[in-house]
């Protein structure tokens, strides 16, 4: 199997497997009961959170626990509501664009260039004294565009220090250093599942700074803002996931993705969307686009050979393109667009088979819609 | 006792044939009632009654209430043809109507059907012996035959029957008295709506979905299977033939106007169907075309998708409007199952302009550059059968 839809989900990694199996079997009492077994769960539950807190730069009581990174950004960002405007990047994912659509009326977006990278010298015209909320996504899951997050934060805070600054973080959360205190957000989400750890738990920093409404009530877990039995078995894992990402070597995955961009430029009518350039982009997010084909069969082809990929945006007829027209693809590579997402489990000899099958299931689909 | 009886409605139509059809129907209520426990069934003077526990009765009813050929399931007590049992019953009758609907001045009608000629007493003396029991038991109780609060229906036969609740059965005719069909299921909402009420008839069938994988996923595949599951519910077995048209397609896309598209891939649909149908002894196919729906579904449309085969084509929806279509596919609960959205298999290739109004001849010069036969043969090669409800 050649599993490139690292981006969609990876595979739950068997040493977090463990961690989450034995912490099930020796921590599952509900760590807010006043009993030891509870006592045990609860010292578990602060010794993950710090150990997040210390490996991002941040204080222990900033880190919260969630059900999901879409829940992390729906808590920043209706949690801290207020009268004002927002401003986003276009390209946000649905977790952030939607729920910013739904609860602000008033909303600007940050310009972005073709491959998808905010045009930092026109931040400045789009704020103002009313702007009181900004997302930016700091690794795109469709493009894998990668912002300068520290000098997007340094740009925003010169026009208005008050301005909340929120960073979806879920792609690249695990695969760079990140240190929330030097790039001065305000709040941070993180995912667990897009780096082989459970699915079901995600992150949400928030600086001290920032005052949160709850969006959901119930046992006051979380200091209120995640009302719910803590998932004690899938915080551990998920840090067990983190902490080895964390320790892995990238030099295969950039290979791979090079590898891969440089075969498949050479077929014809083929674009790279988004940046080649490590500092632009994510290595493991490759997305590029084909002229004239539709990715939906593509994708089945390669899928007959154990072959897993994603289409680089919704692909059929009337659907939504949110992204790769924000970017101004041109519309005759629209439905074509391919998105290949790596792991750290990628290896050269399956993008060198992948390579093969990738042109032979192209020339099929070109041959039958030409 | 309480019993449940079934009446056949349009069977009695019938004629000298009226014995086959109702044995016929007397098999699929055995076959629907198959998991219940039944301790007897038995046929009254063209009634079909059911003795159960009455802990089984709400669920024997639903069941029945889908079963083709029955006009009307009734809720009823029984007794002999004694007047002292007959108002036994009838006290037993109105005390539940009392303690359900609780106490207060009512209204009542008495309406009886005498069968059994060599009784006694004529219906409208039945009529006034039970009326006068009522009146003089119950004292809130008045007559009242125009509108009444209770009417209780009374039938003589073999036995006395008392009507306690009559519910409408969904009509129609017994499975397999019709002949044999093939439907064209795609995912949509129409087409499992047409099978349902050319089953309605009496007619049992099999299904054919074209797929046009790898331009379709597995998912559009396995919504039609989940079609024809819901539909299996009400039309009892059927076999799921699955055909590939891509190469069909591919063909037509190549080598005709794109205009012409969707109207030559529905013929060649037809013509694998004839041949499918042939071989299984199908007597007609079945669509869900509408009249004007879409672009393809036009009278001319129609006619030059007829003109393909020889086969008779039955398009039970031809003049429905879509809500009266949807209104039923709600009721037979494949609506949910057919507005998820996954690409079927015309999608891909549908042309920005189809023709709305081929003209035959038109239609004719584009298939000389096919070779229709080996696309026929190339898309019957890559069947796959699957048997539902067995």
Same mark, same amino acid.
């Given at each position: 199997?050649?599993?490139?839809?690292?981006?969609?989900?990876?595979?739950?990694?068997?040493?977090?497997?463990?961690?989450?199996?034995?912490?099930?079997?020796?921590?599952?009492?509900?760590?807010?009961?006043?009993?030891?077994?509870?006592?045990?769960?609860?010292?578990?539950?602060?010794?993950?959170?710090?150990?997040?807190?210390?490996?991002?730069?941040?204080?222990?009581?900033?880190?919260?626990?969630?059900?999901?990174?879409?829940?992390?950004?729906?808590?920043?960002?209706?949690?801290?509501?207020?009268?004002?405007?927002?401003?986003?990047?276009?390209?946000?994912?649905?977790?952030?664009?939607?729920?910013?659509?739904?609860?602000?009326?008033?909303?600007?977006?940050?310009?972005?260039?073709? $491959?998808?990278?905010?045009?930092?010298?026109?931040?400045?015209?789009?704020?103002?004294?009313?702007?009181?909320?900004?997302?930016?996504?700091?690794?795109?899951?469709?493009?894998?565009?990668?912002?300068?997050?520290?000098?997007?934060?340094?740009?925003?805070?010169?026009?208005?220090?008050?301005?909340?600054?929120?960073?979806?973080?879920?792609?690249?959360?695990?695969?760079?250093?990140?240190?929330?205190?030097?790039?001065?957000?305000?709040?941070?989400?993180?995912?667990?599942?897009?780096?082989?750890?459970?699915?079901?738990?995600?992150?949400?920093?928030?600086?001290?700074?920032?005052?949160?409404?709850?969006?959901?009530?119930? $046992?006051?877990?979380?200091?209120?803002?995640?009302?719910?039995?803590?998932?004690?078995?899938?915080?551990?894992?998920?840090?067990?996931?983190?902490?080895?990402?964390?320790?892995?070597?990238?030099?295969?995955?950039?290979?791979?993705?090079?590898?891969?961009?440089?075969?498949?430029?050479?077929?014809?009518?083929?674009?790279?969307?988004?940046?080649?350039?490590?500092?632009?982009?994510?290595?493991?997010?490759?997305?590029?686009?084909?002229?004239?084909?539709?990715?939906?069969?593509?994708?089945?082809?390669?899928?007959?050979?154990?072959?897993?990929?994603?289409?680089?945006?919704?692909?059929?007829?009337?659907?939504?393109?949110?992204?790769?027209?924000?970017?101004?693809?041109?519309?005759?590579?629209?439905? $074509?667009?391919?998105?290949?997402?790596?792991?750290?489990?990628?290896?050269?000899?399956?993008?060198?088979?992948?390579?093969?099958?990738?042109?032979?299931?192209?020339?099929?689909?070109?041959?039958?819609?030409? | 006792?309480?019993?449940?009886?079934?009446?056949?409605?349009? &069977?009695?139509?019938?004629?000298?044939?009226?014995?086959?059809?109702?044995?016929?129907?007397?098999?699929?209520?055995?076959?629907?009632?198959?998991?219940?426990?039944?301790?007897?069934?038995?046929?009254?003077?063209?009634?079909?009654?059911?003795?159960?526990?009455?802990?089984?009765?709400?669920?024997?009813?639903?069941?029945?209430?889908?079963?083709?050929?029955?006009?009307?399931?009734?809720?009823?007590?029984?007794?002999?043809?004694?007047?002292?049992?007959?108002?036994?019953?009838?006290?037993?009758?109105?005390?539940?109507?009392?303690?359900?609907?609780?106490?207060?001045?009512?209204?009542?009608?008495?309406?009886?059907?005498?069968?059994?000629?060599?009784?006694?007493?004529?219906?409208?003396?039945?009529?006034?012996?039970?009326?006068?029991?009522? &009146?003089?038991? %119950?004292?809130? !109780?008045?007559?009242?035959?125009?509108?009444?609060?209770?009417?209780?229906?009374?039938?003589?036969?073999?036995?006395? %029957?008392?009507?306690?609740?009559?519910?409408?059965?969904?009509?129609?005719?017994?499975?397999?008295?019709?002949?044999?069909? *093939?439907?064209? *299921?795609?995912?949509?909402?129409?087409?499992?709506?047409?099978?349902?009420?050319?089953?309605?008839?009496?007619?049992?069938?099999?299904?054919?979905?074209?797929?046009?994988?790898? !331009?379709?996923?597995?998912?559009?595949?396995?919504?039609?299977?989940?079609?024809?599951?819901?539909?299996?519910?009400?039309?009892?077995?059927?076999?799921?033939?699955?055909?590939?048209?891509?190469?069909?397609?591919?063909?037509?896309?190549?080598?005709?106007?794109?205009? %012409?598209?969707?109207?030559?891939?529905?013929?060649?649909?037809?013509?694998?169907?004839?041949?499918?149908?042939?071989?299984?002894?199908?007597?007609?196919?079945?669509?869900?075309?509408?009249? #004007?729906?879409?672009?393809?579904?036009?009278?001319? #449309?129609?006619?030059?998708?007829?003109?393909?085969?020889?086969?008779?084509?039955?398009?039970?929806?031809?003049?429905?409007?879509?809500?009266?279509?949807?209104?039923?596919?709600?009721?037979?609960?494949?609506?949910?199952?057919?507005?998820?959205?996954?690409?079927?298999?015309?999608? !891909?290739?549908?042309?920005?302009?189809?023709?709305?109004?081929?003209?035959?001849?038109?239609? *004719?010069?584009?298939?000389?550059? *096919?070779?229709?036969?080996?696309?026929?043969?190339?898309?019957?090669?890559?069947?796959?059968?699957?048997?539902?409800?067995?």
């Amino acid at each position: 199997m050649i599993y490139f839809d690292n981006a969609a989900t990876t595979k739950m990694r068997r040493e977090a497997i463990d961690v989450y199996l034995e912490t099930n079997e020796r921590y599952f009492a509900n760590p807010s009961s006043l009993h030891q077994l509870g006592l045990d769960a609860e010292k578990k539950l602060r010794y993950y959170r710090k150990k997040f807190a210390d490996d991002l730069g941040v204080k222990e009581s900033e880190i919260y626990f969630t059900p999901s990174a879409t829940f992390s950004n729906n808590l920043a960002i209706r949690g801290s509501f207020g009268p004002g405007k927002a401003i986003i990047s276009p390209i946000e994912h649905s977790a952030v664009y939607r729920v910013v659509k739904d609860v602000y009326d008033d909303i600007s977006y940050l310009p972005v260039d073709k $491959g998808g990278k905010i045009v930092e010298d026109e931040i400045a015209n789009k704020l103002d004294k009313d702007t009181r909320f900004a997302s930016v996504i700091m690794v795109n899951n469709e493009i894998g565009t990668r912002q300068n997050i520290e000098a997007i934060v340094k740009k925003i805070k010169k026009i208005n220090p008050n301005i909340i600054v929120h960073v979806d973080g879920v792609q690249a959360f695990g695969k760079y250093k990140i240190d929330l205190k030097k790039m001065k957000v305000d709040m941070f989400t993180a995912s667990s599942h897009k780096i082989h750890g459970p699915k079901g738990i995600g992150l949400l920093y928030v600086s001290e700074k920032v005052r949160l409404n709850p969006i959901t009530l119930g $046992g006051g877990q979380e200091k209120g803002l995640v009302s719910g039995t803590e998932n004690l078995p899938a915080v551990a894992a998920f840090y067990k996931a983190y902490e080895l990402m964390r320790a892995s070597d990238f030099s295969e995955v950039k290979l791979v993705k090079e590898y891969i961009l440089r075969e498949l430029m050479k077929i014809k009518d083929s674009k790279l969307v988004g940046y080649e350039d490590e500092k632009d982009s994510s290595s493991f997010i490759l997305n590029m686009a084909f002229k004239n084909i539709k990715s939906e069969p593509l994708i089945h082809l390669l899928e007959m050979e154990d072959i897993y990929v994603s289409s680089g945006s919704a692909c059929s007829k009337g659907k939504d393109n949110r992204i790769l027209d924000a970017i101004g693809l041109e519309e005759e590579y629209l439905d $074509g667009a391919i998105r290949m997402s790596f792991s750290v489990f990628s290896n050269m000899d399956q993008a060198k088979e992948f390579v093969i099958c990738f042109k032979r299931a192209l020339a099929t689909i070109r041959n039958i819609m030409e | 006792m309480k019993i449940i009886s079934v009446s056949f409605g349009e &069977l009695f139509l019938k004629g000298k044939n009226r014995r086959t059809f109702v044995d016929k129907e007397i098999r699929q209520i055995k076959k629907a009632l198959s998991d219940f426990k039944i301790d007897n069934l038995y046929l009254e003077q063209g009634k079909y009654y059911i003795e159960a526990e009455e802990s089984e009765f709400d669920g024997i009813i639903n069941k029945l209430k889908n079963v083709f050929g029955i006009s009307i399931i009734s809720l009823c007590y029984r007794s002999s043809k004694d007047l002292d049992d007959i108002k036994k019953n009838l006290k037993d009758l109105i005390d539940e109507y009392l303690e359900k609907n609780g106490p207060g001045k009512r209204t009542f009608k008495i309406s009886t059907k005498r069968s059994d000629k060599s009784y006694p007493l004529t219906s409208p003396e039945i009529n006034g012996e039970l009326g006068g029991f009522v &009146l003089s038991n %119950y004292h809130d !109780f008045d007559v009242d035959v125009h509108n009444p609060d209770l009417e209780i229906f009374v039938e003589i036969r073999a036995k006395a %029957y008392l009507i306690i609740k009559k519910i409408k059965g969904v009509g129609g005719l017994p499975l397999g008295s019709g002949g044999r069909g *093939l439907l064209l *299921l795609s995912g949509g909402i129409d087409s499992p709506v047409a099978g349902y009420q050319i089953a309605k008839r009496g007619v049992e069938l099999s299904c054919l979905y074209f797929n046009s994988f790898p !331009f379709t996923n597995q998912r559009a595949e396995d919504k039609a299977r989940r079609l024809a599951d819901k539909l299996s519910e009400y039309v009892g077995k059927m076999t799921y033939y699955s055909v590939n048209l891509l190469s069909a397609y591919t063909s037509i896309n190549k080598n005709c106007k794109q205009r %012409y598209t969707t109207i030559l891939a529905r013929r060649m649909m037809m013509r694998i169907a004839e041949r499918l149908a042939d071989e299984n002894k199908q007597d007609a196919l079945i669509t869900g075309e509408s009249l #004007g729906q879409v672009a393809s579904q036009t009278i001319q #449309g129609m006619r030059v998708v007829d003109a393909a085969t020889d086969m008779l084509i039955l398009r039970p929806l031809v003049a429905m409007d879509k809500t009266e279509i949807i209104d039923i596919s709600e009721r037979i609960e494949t609506y949910d199952i057919s507005i998820e959205p996954f690409a079927d298999c015309c999608s !891909f290739f549908a042309p920005d302009k189809p023709v709305t109004k081929p003209r035959l001849a038109d239609v *004719l010069r584009e298939e000389e550059n *096919l070779d229709i036969d080996k696309l026929v043969d190339e898309a019957l090669s890559t069947m796959e059968v699957v048997r539902i409800g067995y």
